[in-house]
């Protein structure tokens, strides 16, 4: 009884996860592989290969500019589509982490880009 417990609740909470990550996530609107979309080892799969960079190139190219390759995860084909994305604020206790002004980062907090 306990072991059909435990399974209908996993069961249940793939479920759940699968309609979230397709439907409801804040990335749902990002084309992308569905595999992808649904777990982070096709990512993982990716790397392992050696050659990931000719795998996002086949995907930009699919896909177009903007590209969900995890269920967190997005690629960009072009640093002009960055600030559409990476324009969040950072929380207050990660400005310790300030870079030099010659650095090269994704950093609106500074004004450096």
Request: with cysteine; charged share 10%; glycine share 6%.
């Amino acid at each position: 009884m306990v072991l059909y417990i435990i399974s209908a609740t996993l069961f249940l909470f793939l479920v759940l996860r699968t309609i979230y990550r397709l439907s409801l996530h804040p990335l749902r609107a990002l084309p992308g592989p569905i595999p992808a979309r649904l777990s982070r080892i096709p990512l993982l799969l990716s790397a392992l290969s050696g050659s990931q960079h000719l795998q996002h190139i086949a995907l930009h190219a699919r896909h177009g500019a903007i590209v969900r390759i995890g269920p967190n995860h997005i690629i960009l084909s072009s640093p002009s589509h960055g600030p559409a994305y990476y324009t969040w604020r950072k929380a207050d206790w990660w400005l310790c982490f300030r870079p030099s002004e010659d650095a090269l980062a994704f950093s609106t907090e500074l004004g450096i880009t």
